[in-house]
């Protein structure tokens, strides 16, 4: 078969032939994320353009460059919608951020700490674990004066534990701080001053960022760029006293939870809303795109949206890098069918109808190949090539002698049941004492 038609660039089907292994992550994370006292936060996929331009800033990549803005219709009769001034969601903070304060979730709570799984959108170019469409499991974690280091430390190792249960081993955590606003306005006096004798050589891109954002030239992807970056030395003394203390609480709770961590002075993540401290995830086997996740605190970003004076911090990790990191690890899968009901004759079929209803009422997830076959081999291939545990054949000899054989298809055994016409009690039993 060839469609006509392939699903857009930069997108992917998530198909039945995957999808254990997003069920997977998504149900080990809710588990993780529960223990710790998270709650899940779904926000619409888009929200007002001017929402993300405000908080993630004017200049970062992401507004500039990556925003997908919903087309604008032409409001020509009474049911007509305009678009315009919409995009759709290129991560997810801003919209937590717009939900708790419109939703005034301080007054109901001291402290929120949400999660959320669910799609992102971004015009990137597409490429090897890049995409326009992609999935994070995030975490914001809001509340009056909840600026607190241990707190900080919990969100990162919070970070790490989710990797190391999905199965990952090999990432590296890194961390900085930025400190206040002030602290952070220094950062960037200090750092134009120090890249300003090479600016001339810095690729084109760095110099338009020198002026508008020169944090991201720090991040920028030009090899020449990267070299002057690693001589430009800025040190901590940028940091109020206050700043470098709360830094290095952060740094002692989290050698007091062992969680390994660098200290990475260039790290500075591109958007506005950062400060104090930020901290990303590498995977060692994932090339260019190596970031697994990111994330760090952002004070101000509460009042800058129009709420008061709340603390915040959060973290996003991308699920589609953290399967490219997986590979082909084997992970459990989460929903084989209990049993698949084979008849094997007109007569058969009927009774295999019933008893699929039966089952179903109890719970038993069940499925029944709807023709029957008389060959015993087409019928146990078709099994073999479905995941499932329990194969329950109703063949000639079966049907004469009042009883069904159920194949266990994974211990590779079999066993005789007789039943008394529509009694499927004993199959019902087995199957319970089984899979339930
Ligand atoms: P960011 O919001 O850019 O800090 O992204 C957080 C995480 O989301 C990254 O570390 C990646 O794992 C993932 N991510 C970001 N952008 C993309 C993308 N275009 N395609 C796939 N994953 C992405």
Redesign the pocket.
């Known amino acids: 078969m060839q469609s006509k038609f392939s699903c857009p660039r930069?997108t992917t089907d998530i198909t039945p032939f995957d999808i254990s292994r997003w069920d997977n992550i998504e149900r080990i994370s809710k588990q993780i994320l529960t223990c710790y006292n998270y709650k899940e936060i779904r926000t619409p996929l888009f929200e007002e353009t001017e929402l993300f331009a405000r908080s993630m800033g004017q200049s970062s990549d992401?507004v500039c460059k990556?925003m997908l803005n919903l087309a604008a219709q032409q409001k020509d009769d009474q049911d007509g919608v305009t678009l315009s001034g919409l995009s759709l969601r290129?991560?997810n903070?801003a919209s937590v951020v717009r939900s708790y304060i419109q939703n005034g979730f301080d007054r109901k709570e001291p402290i929120s700490k949400l999660f959320y799984i669910g799609p992102?959108f971004?015009g990137?170019r597409?490429q090897k674990?890049?995409?326009?469409q992609?999935?994070?499991i995030?975490v914001e974690v809001l509340g009056p004066n909840t600026a607190q280091p241990y707190l900080d430390a919990e969100i990162i190792s919070l970070s790490v534990h989710l990797l190391k249960s999905l199965g990952l081993e090999k990432f590296q955590l890194k961390i900085n701080t930025l400190g206040t606003p002030e602290d952070k306005e220094n950062f960037s006096q200090m750092l134009r001053q120090a890249l300003k004798p090479y600016r001339k050589e810095l690729s084109e891109y760095s110099q338009q960022r020198f002026e508008r954002n020169v944090f991201r030239v720090l991040d920028s992807k030009d090899a020449a760029d990267q070299e002057i970056v690693k001589k430009v030395h800025i040190g901590l003394s940028y940091l109020s006293t206050e700043s470098q203390h709360y830094y290095a609480q952060v740094k002692e709770a989290l050698m007091n939870l062992d969680v390994d961590f660098v200290e990475d002075q260039h790290l500075v993540?591109?958007?506005d809303y950062y400060t104090h401290t930020v901290f990303?995830?590498c995977g060692s086997s994932l090339g260019s795109?190596d970031?697994?996740?990111?994330?760090g605190r952002y004070n101000n970003l509460v009042r800058q949206l129009g709420g008061g004076d709340i603390d915040a911090m959060g973290?996003?990790?991308?699920?589609?890098?953290?399967l490219l990191a997986l590979g082909d690890k084997k992970v459990p899968l989460s929903n084989p069918l209990a049993a698949y009901i084979v008849p094997m004759s007109e007569e058969a079929l009927n009774q295999g109808f019933v008893l699929m209803n039966v089952l179903r009422q109890e719970n038993i997830s069940c499925d029944l190949s709807y023709k029957y076959s008389a060959k015993l081999k087409n019928v146990l291939s078709n099994a073999n090539k479905m995941d499932v545990h329990t194969v329950i054949l109703l063949g000639e000899e079966e049907m004469k002698k009042h009883c069904v054989t159920l194949k266990d298809m994974q211990q590779k055994k079999e066993e005789t049941i007789s039943i008394k016409g529509n009694d499927f009690s004993k199959i019902i039993n087995i199957l319970k004492e089984r899979y339930n």
Do not use: S, W
């Open positions: 930069g992401v990556q290129p991560e903070t992102m971004r990137e597409p674990g890049r995409l326009r992609f999935n994070q995030g993540r591109g958007l990303e995830i795109q970031a697994l996740g990111a994330g973290f996003a990790l991308g699920v589609e890098r953290i």
